[in-house]
Structures are given as C-alpha cells and as structure tokens.
C-alpha cells in the first residue's frame, strides 16, 4: 500500500515537472540574464546583418555569448529562409531591420555605414533597404 | 663614324642560341636575378595605408528591398517567437 501511493507521489511530480518545462518551452522565453545585461549596458549590440555584435573590448565571455546567440539565430534564420524560400542573408537582413527598430534606449545598434550608434528615442539610422 | 653611335649596338642577326652557347645554366643564371627582383619591385609599388575614415560595409549589396519587404512580416515573427535570442 506503502508503496502504491509512493508511486502515486513519483507520478504526479513527474507530471508537474513537465507541465512546468512544458510550459517555459511554449511561453515565449526571456532573455538570459548575462543578455540582458550586456543588452542594457551598451556591451552588445544589434548589427544590421541580422546578428549580434560586441561594441567594445572583446572579452571572452562575452564572445562566448555572443557565439551562442548568434548560433541559435542562423539555426533560426536557416529554417525560416528555407520556408520563405529565401536564402539566409536575406532573412538574416531582414531580421536585423527589425531587430534594430525594437532597440529601445540606451541600447546599441549598427548605422547603415557600420558605426555602432546608442539608440535614442528618434527611430533607428537604419539600411535604405529596411522595410518601413 | 658618328651615327653608329647614337644608338645601342643592335644584336648580332645570329642568336648565341643557334650558336649553341646559350645552354640552359646560362639561360638561368641570366634570368635568376630578374625573377628574384620581381617581387622586390613589386611589394614596393603597393602603399598600403591605415584608413582614415571607418570602413564602409556594403552589405549583401545584392539584396534588393523588395525581398525584405516580403520577408518583413515573417521576420517579425520569428523575432517574437525567439524573445530570448533578440
């Protein structure tokens, strides 16, 4: 009887448990912590191509973060092209016109002449070619 | 006589070669430094300067706006369904 209801115990937070990942993997994920820190503190930013870059001095943390989200972003951009038959430069741009529009201040982001820019309130410099 | 000297003396009509005193060692030797001096010319020909100015990144120059107009509504998507990588 013991260990039945053991058992019943075992089952239910096994049930729990992935309801809960369940849930994180549907929910829309936040930003990992060590982003959104370089995010707001200018260490990072979004370059017109789509990826990310670092501003400043590379450090080795932050080029493993970068590395990371970019990874993750071309895995992305290379599913999503393929389904909009298009290819990954292409959507990789088109992801970096709006990426660097919903920058929001004092984030940095990369003007149409590759100069790093802190965003303002004023809308992005961005590419001629960026959809409105 | 004046005028022979106005100019270099012109070759014999009859290459050494056909001579056969142009062997190939000598063909060589005559031609080594030529060869080793080229690329010393060379690379003193080519300024290469630090820019003054940023370097301008045309990127995917190729890409019309069209193609991204198409993509834009895709592209917002994926941006929204990726929030912890953007």
């Given at each position: 009887m013991k260990q039945i209801s053991m058992r019943k115990a075992w089952l239910v937070a096994a049930a729990g448990a992935m309801a809960i990942t369940g849930l994180a993997g549907t929910a829309y994920a936040q930003r990992d912590p060590a982003y959104a820190e370089a995010r707001a503190s200018g260490k990072v930013g979004e370059k017109m191509d789509g990826y990310l870059g670092i501003v400043g001095t590379p450090t080795p943390e932050l080029q493993r973060l970068v590395n990371d989200i970019n990874i993750k972003r071309k895995a992305v951009y290379s599913e999503k092209a393929r389904q909009a038959g298009a290819t990954i430069e292409e959507y990789a741009l088109t992801a970096g016109c709006i990426a660097i529009s919903k920058t929001v201040p004092p984030e940095m982001y990369q003007g149409p002449r590759g100069e790093w820019l802190e965003r303002t309130n004023a809308p992005p410099q961005r590419d001629s070619r960026c959809p409105a | 006589m004046n005028a022979a000297r106005l100019t270099t003396s012109a070759r014999a009509a009859i290459t050494r070669f056909m001579h056969g005193e142009n062997s190939g060692v000598r063909r060589a030797k005559r031609i080594l430094p030529l060869m080793l001096s080229g690329p010393v010319v060379l690379a003193g020909c080519i300024q290469v300067d630090a820019p003054s100015e940023p370097i301008v990144i045309e990127l995917n120059?190729?890409?019309?706006?069209e193609v991204l107009v198409r993509l834009a509504e895709d592209a917002e998507g994926t941006i929204e369904e990726n929030a912890d990588i953007f």
């Open positions: - | 120059i190729n890409i019309q706006s």
